[in-house]
């Protein structure tokens, strides 16, 4: 047995005071009281007394642990040989409580944002008021401006994930709820059509226990597009163009001698569909669903968006006088029983042609169609300026209020959305490339043997080759079925680009990058796909290749490898083609898992400066797309404090990053999150791209020495564990539940890129997923503290100097701060009493003892050097709502934990019930949903 009586409740600040704030609290908990009572009611009346008072006393239990009051092994030791029909519900009782808290929370914290508007409080950070405060403060140039945010993008891509596998059903009752809680909030008793607001809270969670919370076959990618494509119904579609527009129309006030953000600067993507990177499941097809379905629900919520602003513009051509255009464009519509109407008779003819437009791009039939019988539009330009003119009609007769409602939400939708919805990114490891065009160079008789070829060789072949017009392969009968594959897929994403505009495909990523010739070999296939001609003075490929650089050795090589692209005249006239922008992908998942935490936030930031560099250098404009995951151990975190520490030059009016997991549904699931968080990433971003946020000046380079250090430092710390460990991946497998997130039908790819049980061949998100299930969140800290600790002992100068020195860092700079509050997080959210249970299925005791023995040792000390260099003792003291959310609902999480780890036990010696597998399913997904961000 591990010996976990001195380590059952690590101390974390604020989560054990329980008075503090309690006044400004106590409207959340009285929420959670209420709807932690109606799931409790509503468990009782459907499964009995007996469930009810076992799942009480979990719950009683659990917060005795908390005080002390009994061991934590006492509460294990209720779920000890438990029948699985009494733990599903429990479970599901448990499951259900952190969704419904999640609601409580996301509400207080609406409630406290208008508790602090209201008292006359100067608007918060991270909110666009303040951000406009701060540029107004700074007497910024117009020129300076315009040139800085030209071409700004910012674009949250989202991304699938095995724990987002909730059902729409799930979301859409969640949804309900908060609408509810939120009248809740407000006083009122009844809805608007008069029901009791409590009786429909009963009503929503009584469907949601009914409601099975996940699928029971294995996720499929069909899935995960659908999931991904509800959150533009739930709010993108009203948010996104309303932000676009109030941004746009503040800084042209602000300096309006320019024209900035002629396009939109919020422009959402999707990997959904067309990440194949350890993915077989992503084919030809699956591109084609993926485009066709966002196609899809883009013209679907124009033609309903239209069929209301009919009704809406009701104007008779007897009282009001239109413009000669807004005529013409009515012309088109003949229907003689709306002759009076001219703004009815030109909306049916917009109508109409997007029906058409609809017939021939679309592979199904939306609603709201109208056939009159008239010409589709050729790209969503055109129809653009067919609204362009009702809005311009409407303005000319005093009815701008009715211009600036709904027409105005679905022109700036349609210059969003086009006829794609969202850019579409391709994604394949470089090694795949390498072998595919091999095959292809061996079968047009360039070279028999590709890979043999040093790299020099290699970019002198393939820039002949991209320098010509003929395709390498005619009749693909003869390659191998990888080489079709790819070919298939490469087809489809032209297909998509012909069908829906350039935009619905905009990038290639390349996984794995290492060399120049990893990104020709892209090229080579977008160039038999049909998307790359650089055979003439004018290069055409509307898809950017995109070089992905993840792991430590890789971020550290990534300017060079860029400088060498640049260099080469062909590669350099396709990225002027290009408007001279080149983006770059920055990976935070591998790197971490192949440096730890602090190595790999270093190994990013260094990364960013060498690549500012080069852009610099060749004049182009860079653009950094940053591979955050929900969790700090994938480089997630708050996004605000995330972008502001970039390094100078880094944003530069824009960036991409990646949304996954249960973030998603936190941030995107309803408008009021939606529009909270999509205007953190624009303010930051303004900040990042017009302002001084970096704040070290001349120190700089020292900042830099100091970290440079410590990283290698922190490096060599995780190394020693996670690498050079005998054992250690053993005691990964056996003391997570790893191998069960590949086993039981989450999510719809493999949990390795490769069949075997390698830490580098595993994928990003189960090993993080895995270490977050056993609170261990060892992706998040670990090597840290020892870092610190021989970095200030180390020195000439003494240990209180060098204390000083990483505290001023700490109080100076952006960078430095998040990774420390980034870290503090995890290290609140972990739970090592509860992780001692979980290396209690190690079953070779002495490898259990040796390695968990590290992880607790390196997590004191990691807490240790957080006060020291903070001088904060509470792990959250810059994080009030998450040190409200770990003390309310923590306690709630114990039970999830532990019946994981009981069923994890019976399934591992052979129970094959498939409850059982369910149970530790509903538990993962459970647990994902409590912490918010776990994968």
Not at 244 to 273: F, K, M, Q
Not at 336 to 346: D, F, H, L, Q
Not at 458 to 465: D, F, I, P, Q
Not at 822 to 830: E, F
């Amino acid at each position: 047995m591990v010996d976990v009586s001195d380590i059952a409740l690590e101390p974390i600040g604020a989560v054990q005071r329980t008075l503090v704030g309690r006044e400004a609290t106590e409207p959340m908990r009285a929420d959670i009281r209420l709807l932690g009572a109606i799931l409790g009611d509503t468990v009782r009346e459907q499964n009995g007394n007996e469930v009810f008072d076992l799942v009480e006393r979990a719950r009683v239990e659990s917060f005795r642990v908390r005080r002390s009051e009994i061991d934590r092994a006492d509460l294990a030791r209720m779920f000890d040989g438990i029948d699985i029909h009494r733990a599903i519900p429990v479970i599901r009782a448990f499951s259900h409580f952190a969704l419904l808290a999640n609601v409580a929370e996301d509400i207080h914290r609406e409630r406290r944002r208008a508790i602090h508007v209201s008292a006359g409080e100067p608007p918060q950070d991270s909110s666009l008021a303040a951000t406009y405060a701060k540029l107004d403060g700074a007497e910024l140039d117009s020129a300076a401006v315009a040139d800085a945010l030209r071409d700004a993008l910012i674009s949250p891509v989202i991304t699938a994930h095995p724990t987002e596998t909730r059902r729409r059903t799930v979301f859409v009752t969640q949804h309900r709820i908060t609408q509810l809680m939120r009248l809740h909030a407000e006083g009122h008793t009844e809805t608007d059509d008069g029901r009791n607001v409590e009786h429909e809270l009963r009503r929503q969670v009584l469907t949601l226990w009914q409601t099975a919370l996940l699928r029971l076959s294995r996720l499929q990618i069909t899935d995960e597009i659908e999931v991904g494509l509800r959150y533009y119904a739930a709010a993108f579609f009203q948010v996104i163009p309303q932000v676009n527009a109030e941004v746009r129309d503040a800084l042209r006030a602000r300096w309006p001698d320019t024209d900035l953000l002629a396009a939109p600067i919020l422009r959402p993507g999707s990997w959904i569909g067309g990440d194949r990177d350890g993915n077989p499941n992503v084919t030809g097809d699956v591109i084609r669903q993926a485009t066709g379905s966002a196609a899809f629900t883009a013209l679907s919520h124009y033609l309903a968006e239209l069929t209301a602003l009919e009704q809406d513009l009701s104007m008779s051509a007897r009282l009001v006088s239109v413009t000669p255009g807004l005529a013409d464009l009515a012309e088109g519509c003949e229907e003689k029983a709306r002759g009076e109407e001219p703004y009815r008779r030109a909306v049916r003819v917009i109508r109409a042609r997007l029906t058409a437009t609809g017939a021939e791009i679309l592979d199904r039939r939306p609603q709201h169609e109208l056939d009159l019988g008239l010409t589709p539009y050729s790209a969503p330009a055109e129809l653009q300026r067919d609204l362009d003119t009702i809005d311009e009609s409407l303005r000319t007769h005093g009815s701008a209020l009715l211009a600036d409602d709904r027409l105005a939400l679905l022109r700036e939708g349609v210059s969003v959305f086009g006829f794609h919805l969202c850019g579409l990114d391709m994604r394949q490891n470089s090694d795949v490339h390498e072998e595919v065009v091999g095959e292809l160079l061996a079968w047009a008789g360039v070279h028999p043997d590709y890979g043999s070829l040093p790299e020099d060789e290699r970019v002198a072949l393939l820039a002949r080759e991209l320098g010509t017009r003929r395709p390498l392969v005619g009749d693909r009968g003869g390659l191998s079925d990888l080489a079709r594959k790819e070919l298939e897929v490469v087809g489809a994403a032209a297909y998509a680009v012909g069908r829906y505009g350039p935009a619905a495909v905009p990038n290639y990523v390349i996984s794995m990058c290492r060399s120049v010739s990893d990104v020709l070999e892209v090229a080579i296939l977008l160039k038999e796909g049909g998307l790359l001609d650089a055979s003439g003075p004018e290069p055409y490929c509307p898809v950017a290749i995109s070089p992905l650089f993840e792991t430590i050795d890789d971020l550290h090589h990534g300017a060079a490898i860029l400088a060498a692209m640049l260099d080469l005249p062909l590669y350099r006239a396709v990225v002027d083609a290009q408007g001279g922008r080149q983006e770059v992908m920055l990976g935070y998942s591998d790197s971490n898992k192949d440096g730890g935490y602090l190595a790999s936030s270093w190994a990013v930031y260094r990364a960013e400066l060498a690549l500012v560099e080069v852009a610099r250098k060749a004049g182009i404009r860079l653009r950094l797309f940053h591979g955050r995951g929900g969790t700090v151990g994938r480089g997630g975190g708050p996004s605000y404090q995330a972008i502001l520490a970039q390094p100078p030059g880094a944003v530069n009016g824009s960036l991409r990053l990646t949304e996954q997991g249960e973030v998603i549904a936190a941030k995107y699931a309803e408008p009021q999150a939606a529009r909270r968080n999509l205007e953190s990433l624009v303010a930051a971003t303004l900040e990042s791209t017009l302002l001084d946020v970096e704040g070290l000046g001349d120190a700089a380079e020292p900042a830099y020495a100091v970290l440079d250090e410590v990283a290698t430092l922190a490096q060599r710390a995780y190394a020693e564990l996670v690498h050079d460990t005998p054992g250690f991946v053993d005691y990964f497998m056996a003391s997570t539940p790893v191998s069960e997130i590949g086993s039981l039908n989450i999510g719809s790819r493999p949990t390795s890129r490769k069949p075997t049980s390698s830490i580098a061949d595993l994928r990003a998100i189960p090993w993080v997923l895995a270490w977050s299930q056993s609170r261990v969140m060892l992706p998040g800290w670990y090597g840290t503290g020892s870092a610190f600790e021989q970095w200030i002992a180390a020195g000439p100068e003494s240990e209180d100097e060098r204390v000083a020195i990483l505290h001023e860092l700490y109080e100076r700079w952006p960078f430095f701060a998040s990774v420390l509050s980034n870290m503090a997080q995890v290290l609140a959210k972990s739970d090592l009493g509860l992780a001692a249970r979980y290396a209690e299925l190690v079953e070779d005791e002495e490898l259990r003892d040796r390695v968990f023995d590290k992880i607790v040792d390196e997590h004191r000390r990691t807490i240790a050097m957080h006060k020291i260099i903070t001088g904060h003792d509470d792990l959250l003291a810059d994080n009030p709502a998450l040190a409200r959310s770990v003390f309310n609902r923590f306690p709630y999480l114990e039970p999830l934990n532990h019946l994981q780890v009981e069923l994890l036990r019976r399934y591992r010696s052979g129970d094959d019930d498939e409850l059982v597998q369910r149970g530790i399913l509903l538990t993962m997904n459970g647990l994902a949903s409590a912490l918010r961000n776990s994968g």
